[in-house]
């Protein structure tokens, strides 16, 4: 059987648990009540003016039951569910305590009479304006019972001292008239007292609940935000740090919170409080890494508080910094591009008469002439002033990838041999091919194809004069939808001081170099929408790795 069914006045959890404090309180206040009304009359009785009491040990007897009847119903409070039932019940039998006590002292001459809103009140606050009028009736009914009782003489039977008895008609109704108005006026003012005190009370909780949803919301806010908050007390220490602040700057909540802010974040105070305009710093994180930021710092007024605190917003510049220097670079490599198609129209024509007029001289010449050596070195370095112009028109015209799906392995494979050709290659060199056959990529093929020869080349050369150099080609399909390319040699690696700049244009270690080959590949990989690093190979030797994109 539901709870509705047994309980048809049950409502919610909160509102029964709140009836069920209401009637905890009722047995506390009626014990308390009671015994003082009752303790402080038989103290303050004297024999000038005597007050009608029953003989002490009644009044004990008295006590002692409504002590043992308030413990039973504490008992029954906390195994029964219908908090609505057992009230009014509780309230009907205080109205009939109250009239067996008013009875027994004296009826209309009784000084406890003033007992009965006690039950109305308790019932105004328990069960609202339904109950007090409830109960103001009761008490109305037992009263004037009361009042006939004695009116018609039989109290005497129960209590032989009883007082002079009521023997006028127009006093009973005198009486009963006084006291039926004073027990509904008590009800009608202790009725509105609860239903506001009701209203009151739905109001504080609905504004508390708002109050917590709203604090929750602004924690969220302050945890999920990306630009780091710090804020301070007027004493200039920190009273709360948000996680965009801690993963900035490296620390903690539980390592700042307390400290002042110059002690922690000394940059922070060089500025002058409170300007509008944004400040650049370098901070200090916790590693011992110095990072730039972007902070400001505004007036922060606590409700509570005389004094002010500020509040600082922090932003991470390391990655703007970064793009800054891209864009710098994006535009040295665009003058760079159209210096090379200059450069290319005014030599290539101008070395192609020479070179031809060079094989000319050279097919005239005997063997054993000097001219004939010199020929060679003019055709050896014409090719290469040929090839480094070449690369210098790679570079400088637009990257447009026509992309299609195509096999990695195979385009490996074929990159492999076109270098395996070439009569300057160490056939002493290992390769080893670590691609799934089945592995597609998303692209270019002969850019990626040229990705694959100048990076293979630029590890063959790092492995030259090894005993045993050794280049590998993996790849696999990373998590975030793109294909990583990884090719790791074994030779003298790259010094850390350099490894910065190897991407730049004209940027060589060799004396044969032109200083492109990386910087073609990274604007491949770039035009892909990917992008290329390197690391250093364990125990030594390098690694790049190439990330393209998948659609």
């Not at 010199?374 to 050896?380: A, E, H, N, Q, Y």
Request: proline residues 4%.
């Amino acid at each position: 059987m539901k709870l509705s069914a047994l309980c048809p006045h049950s409502g919610s959890f909160a509102a029964n648990d709140h009836l069920k404090k209401q009637i905890q309180w009722l047995l506390f206040l009626r014990v308390l009540f009671l015994s003082l009304m009752l303790g402080i009359s038989v103290l303050l009785q004297t024999k000038n003016s005597p007050i009608f009491l029953p003989p002490l040990h009644y009044l004990a007897y008295f006590i002692a039951g409504l002590y043992l009847f308030t413990i039973l119903s504490a008992l029954v409070l906390r195994v029964i569910h219908c908090y609505s039932r057992f009230g009014y019940l509780q309230i009907t039998l205080d109205t009939l305590v109250v009239t067996l006590l008013v009875f027994f002292t004296g009826a209309s001459q009784s000084v406890f009479t003033v007992v009965y809103f006690f039950p109305i009140v308790m019932g105004a606050f328990m069960l609202f304006r339904r109950g007090s009028l409830l109960f103001a009736a009761l008490s109305t009914m037992l009263f004037g019972a009361l009042l006939i009782v004695e009116h018609d003489g039989y109290a005497a039977r129960f209590v032989p001292a009883y007082p002079d008895q009521l023997t006028n008609l127009q006093m009973l109704l005198h009486y009963f008239t006084i006291y039926t108005l004073t027990f509904f006026l008590v009800a009608i003012l202790s009725s509105m007292l609860s239903t506001r005190l009701q209203k009151t009370e739905a109001e504080l909780f609905q504004t508390i609940s708002d109050y917590g949803r709203l604090s929750l919301l602004y924690k969220q806010i302050f945890d999920d935000i990306n630009t780091g908050i710090i804020t301070v007390n007027a004493d200039r220490r920190v009273t709360s740090i948000n996680r965009a602040a801690e993963y900035i700057t490296g620390y903690n909540a539980s390592e700042v919170l307390g400290r002042k802010i110059s002690q922690v974040f000394p940059a922070l105070e060089t500025a002058r409080l409170y300007e509008e305009r944004r400040h650049l710093a370098v901070i200090s994180r916790k590693n011992g890494e110095t990072i730039p930021v972007g902070y400001a710092c505004s007036r922060l007024n606590a409700p509570d508080d005389n004094e002010s605190g500020s509040l600082y917003t922090l932003q991470d510049l390391s990655q703007i910094k970064k793009m800054e220097a891209q864009v710098q670079q994006a535009e040295k490599m665009a003058t760079i591009g159209e210096m090379a198609a200059g450069i290319a129209h005014e030599l290539r024509n101008p070395l192609a008469a020479i070179s031809g007029a060079v094989q000319l001289l050279d097919g005239e010449t005997r063997e054993s002439s000097i001219n004939k050596r010199l020929f060679s070195i003019i055709m050896r370095e014409s090719d290469r002033l040929d090839a480094t112009i070449h690369e210098f028109l790679l570079f400088s015209k637009p990257v447009n990838p026509e992309k299609e799906w195509f096999s990695l392995r195979a385009l490996a494979q074929e990159a492999l041999e076109t270098l395996s050709q070439d009569p300057a290659w160490d056939s002493t060199l290992t390769l080893d091919l670590e691609i799934l056959t089945d592995l597609d990529c998303w692209g270019d093929p002969q850019l990626i194809r040229q990705v694959l020869l100048n990076l293979i080349a630029n590890s063959a050369n790092a492995c030259r004069n090894m005993e045993k150099g050794r280049i590998v080609l993996r790849a696999k399909e990373t998590p975030g939808a793109a294909v990583l390319l990884e090719i790791e040699d074994n030779g003298h690696g790259i010094p850390e001081a350099i490894q910065e700049r190897i991407f730049e244009p004209f940027f060589t270690t060799r004396e044969t170099g032109t200083g492109l080959g990386l910087a073609i590949v990274r604007q491949i990989v770039q035009s892909h929408g990917g992008e290329i690093s390197l690391r250093d190979s364990q125990p030594q030797g390098t690694i790049f790795s190439v990330s393209l994109p998948l659609p």
